[in-house]
């Protein structure tokens, strides 16, 4: 069975500085996803990663896949208070989405 | 392009009624899932359709849970009779035909039993 790691939970920065959100997953993945969710609202697709070494970036945020590790990661660079959400990677195996438990993240003035 | 719609976006029940959460797709994706997010735990699993037939319901938690997406168009998600450990937020996402490509989810509905 697919399971999915996400550390850190809760996240709170400041703004200007730099973090990284790691996510492991147990077993082999077709491919894994970042979502963004604001409270109340849809997730939000990030980030696609397809193959071992991906990297992806769109502004503040960029991610990337180690398929022999298991592990993708979210970096976040130069914070600002827009980024505050919930983070959470998927990995897709078959035709479902196996998810980590979120990062909340906070970043403060 | 409309995204994934939910309805509703809160129902709160008391134990043992029924309530029906519906999620109208994407239009044009044959491709529907379920998810719920309860309390304090990971978003997981329910099922997936394509088109109107139901290709994986390994999820379901039990059988008080009946999905339908009649016409391959919306779906339902019908909880009779409802528990307290329902109560959680039941998400809807829909992709492309080939179901490789990126899911897209709707708000969510929150369902709190009481």
């Known amino acids: 069975e697919l399971k999915v790691e996400q550390n850190p939970l809760f996240l709170s920065m400041q703004e200007g500085k730099n973090y990284t959100i790691y996510c492991n997953y147990s077993?082999?993945?077709?491919?894994l996803y970042w979502y963004r969710q604001d409270p109340g609202k849809s997730l939000e697709s990030l980030f696609v990663?397809?193959?071992?070494?991906a990297v992806k970036q769109e502004g503040r945020l960029m991610a990337s896949l180690d398929t022999k590790a298991r592990l993708s990661t979210l970096h976040i660079t130069a914070a600002v208070h827009d980024l505050s959400a919930t983070y959470f990677c998927?990995?897709?195996?078959?035709?479902?989405?196996?998810f980590g438990e979120g990062t909340q993240l906070t970043v403060n003035p | 392009e409309a995204g994934v719609t939910q309805f509703p976006s809160h129902s709160v029940i008391e134990k043992g009624q029924t309530v029906t959460l519906r999620c109208d797709p994407i239009?044009?994706?044959?491709?529907l899932y379920w998810y719920r997010r309860v309390m304090g735990k990971e978003i997981k699993f329910l099922l997936h359709?394509?088109?109107?037939?139901?290709?994986?319901e390994s999820g379901m938690p039990n059988n008080r849970f009946l999905a339908e997406r009649t016409g391959g168009t919306y779906s339902t998600l019908k909880v009779q009779p409802a528990e307290l450990e329902d109560s959680g937020v039941y998400f809807c996402?829909?992709?492309?035909?080939?179901?490789?490509?990126?899911?897209?989810f709707g708000p969510g509905t929150r369902l709190t039993v009481l």
């Open positions: 359709f394509v088109k109107e037939s139901k290709q994986d």
């Open positions: 998927a990995a897709f195996l078959g035709s479902r989405l196996t």
């Open positions: 990663l397809l193959s071992n070494g």
């Open positions: 239009s044009g994706h044959d491709n």
């Open positions: 077993t082999t993945s077709d491919r």
């Open positions: 996402a829909s992709s492309q035909p080939s179901g490789l490509d990126t899911q897209y």
